[in-house]
């Protein structure tokens, strides 16, 4: 089994260590080229109006597709990945809890202050409010 730092030279990195990842990305790019060629050269080319029409799972078209909807929808959604994303960065300190001590922890008391903090600037806001 050979392991990474015998690729090394002298326990140096030289640009001869990414000579195999160079080889690799160059072969992956001109492969999705080739079947992106091959396919466009090879493939059917049959084009009319019926061809041309949306296709909406076999259910037929009903109207115009740019009504408009309410925010309030959008506003849900983004605030649920923000704050969902949020709550992703509690999983390093709890791994490594006992490692940070308490400069660790004071970080992340000011970490979820900061997070409540947004919260209720967003509930008072009004944000989470569907009746108006």
């Known amino acids: 089994m050979v392991h990474f730092f015998l690729l090394?030279?002298?326990?140096?990195?030289?640009?001869?260590?990414?000579?195999?990842?160079?080889?690799?990305?160059?072969?992956?790019?001109?492969?999705?080229?080739?079947?992106?060629?091959?396919?466009?050269?090879?493939?059917?080319?049959?084009?009319?109006?019926?061809?041309l029409q949306n296709f909406e799972s076999g259910i037929a078209i009903k109207g115009n597709a740019r009504?408009?909807?309410?925010?309030?929808?959008?506003?849900?959604?983004?605030?649920?990945?923000?704050?969902?994303?949020?709550?992703?960065?509690?999983?390093?300190y709890a791994v490594n809890f006992r490692a940070l001590g308490w400069h660790g922890f004071l970080a992340i008391i000011m970490f979820v202050s900061l997070f409540l903090a947004g919260f209720i600037y967003i509930f008072k806001k009004g944000a989470l409010k569907w009746e108006e």
Request: aromatic letters at 14%.
């Open 67 to 92: 009504q408009p909807m309410a925010i309030k929808y959008f506003l849900v959604a983004i605030l649920f990945v923000l704050f969902d994303v949020e709550v992703i960065f509690f999983y390093p």
């Open 8 to 51: 090394q030279a002298d326990g140096i990195n030289s640009a001869d260590n990414y000579l195999p990842i160079a080889l690799q990305l160059i072969f992956a790019v001109g492969l999705i080229a080739t079947i992106i060629w091959g396919s466009n050269l090879l493939g059917p080319k049959r084009k009319g109006t019926e061809k």
